[in-house]
């Protein structure tokens, strides 16, 4: 099958990007050779729904030297890098992902993966397990998902019977969650806001809506870079968290009119809507870091605003008929990957090891799992944490056996 990307001329570059995000992940490297000689996935065909990245083609490469055949579409229609897409097309990986997909392309693509008829199904946000069950294809003996907001998409419909395969919860993986969401997004939304806007975090008023992993991650960092945070959160248990670690927490009608930057990071809809829209001050930003484009009301923003136009590859500028300006920053999707390169290689060496181990996994059992939302089995998740500890250098202790025998009894 052909790949549809936007210019394969662009794959040395890719190439390049790609073996330098591979530096950063020896784990999944490691792995790698283990699956060149082992060859767990030989003769297996997988369809995967991820951001193009560089640290994705390392896990693609890494599926296809395990002897699986790979069908790749993007999960976002802007997050693919397009030099990514050429070298993996010239590696060849079946691909269908460029940036700057319309919507109906972005689903198109996810079609061309299911047309490939794969038996397993590496997903990021359930788009394409979902397309999937909607065709009533019976190809698939398994999948994994990668993000909260897929987990929880999943879990709704195994809860209603609609699941027909096991599904990994790969970010129910503690060296996934804990890592990739909160160093991470932590890192990589700030990131991406920063190249789209040169903005001085020192001194603004940074509001971060939720306070899940994603949101306590760029919490903690816009902090460590002297911003002012207020936190918004609806779980009364995080808000007391987050106002213990030192964070001003308020419901988002109080903080729209005070914040230089909001980033969203709940999973949720219209955490930013129409009312604390019409509060935001002159030159407020708007980003968001949850993985679907509902976090910001661009409905309401687009009726409040009496004019818009680009200034920027990656900021549109509202005028609202006050006079008011908002600044929105990567159409209101993933700031990370609209406005960057997503995560740090060496924090997707964690969460990309697990998806490789639960494809293993799912290759070699699927077929004894019930058709629900599993964990990530605890000896992989174990392991990836020994082997990046490892990977660093860093040594840790082991229980002696009078420690063992100790916490073994109860007098
Ligand atoms: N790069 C590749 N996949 C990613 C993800 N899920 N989040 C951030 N960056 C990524």
Request: net charge negative; aromatic share 6%.
């Amino acid at each position: 099958m052909e790949s549809k990307i936007k210019d394969i001329g662009l794959w040395p570059k890719g190439k390049e990007r790609t073996e330098w995000a591979a530096h950063q992940m020896p784990v999944l490297l490691g792995i790698r050779r283990r699956f060149q000689k082992d060859r767990p996935l030989k003769g297996i065909l997988v369809g995967a729904c991820l951001h193009v990245s560089a640290k994705t083609a390392n896990l693609a490469l890494t599926l296809r030297d395990g002897g699986a055949e790979v069908f790749l579409a993007g999960s976002n229609p802007i997050s693919t890098q397009d030099d990514i897409a050429a070298y993996l097309a010239q590696e060849g990986v079946h691909i269908f992902a460029w940036r700057g997909e319309t919507e109906m392309e972005y689903f198109a693509n996810i079609e061309q993966v299911l047309a490939g008829t794969p038996q397993l199904l590496i997903d990021d946000g359930a788009d394409l397990t979902i397309r999937y069950h909607a065709k009533g294809a019976t190809s698939v003996r398994g999948g994994t998902e990668e993000t909260t907001t897929g987990v929880t998409r999943l879990r709704n419909m195994a809860q209603e019977g609609k699941l027909r395969f096991p599904v990994i919860a790969v970010n129910s993986a503690l060296t996934k969650h804990l890592f990739d969401n909160r160093y991470g997004t932590g890192q990589s939304a700030l990131d991406g806001v920063l190249r789209a806007t040169n903005l001085l975090l020192a001194g603004s008023r940074v509001v971060v809506c939720g306070y899940g992993w994603v949101g306590r991650g760029i919490a903690w960092r816009a902090k460590g870079m002297g911003a002012r945070v207020i936190v918004t959160e609806i779980d009364p248990i995080k808000s007391l968290e987050a106002l213990m670690d030192g964070f001003e927490v308020m419901p988002i009608a109080d903080a729209a009119s005070l914040g230089d930057l909001f980033i969203t990071a709940t999973g949720n809809t219209q955490v930013i809507g129409k009312h604390a829209l019409e509060r935001l001050k002159d030159g407020a930003i708007l980003a968001n870091a949850g993985h679907f484009n509902v976090e910001i009301d661009l409905e309401a923003l687009a009726l409040l605003s009496a004019s818009r136009r680009m200034v920027s590859e990656h900021i549109e500028e509202f005028v609202f008929a006050d006079g008011r300006h908002a600044y929105l920053l990567g159409s209101g999707r993933l700031v990370n990957l609209a406005c960057g390169e997503g995560h740090p290689a060496g924090v997707m060496d964690l969460s990309f090891t697990n998806q490789a181990l639960c494809a293993e996994y799912l290759a070699l059992g699927a077929t004894t799992l019930e058709s629900k939302v599993h964990p990530v089995p605890k000896d992989i998740d174990l392991m990836v944490a020994r082997l990046k500890l490892e990977s660093l250098g860093v040594h840790i202790d082991s229980l002696t056996e009078e420690q063992k025998t100790y916490l073994d009894h109860w007098e």
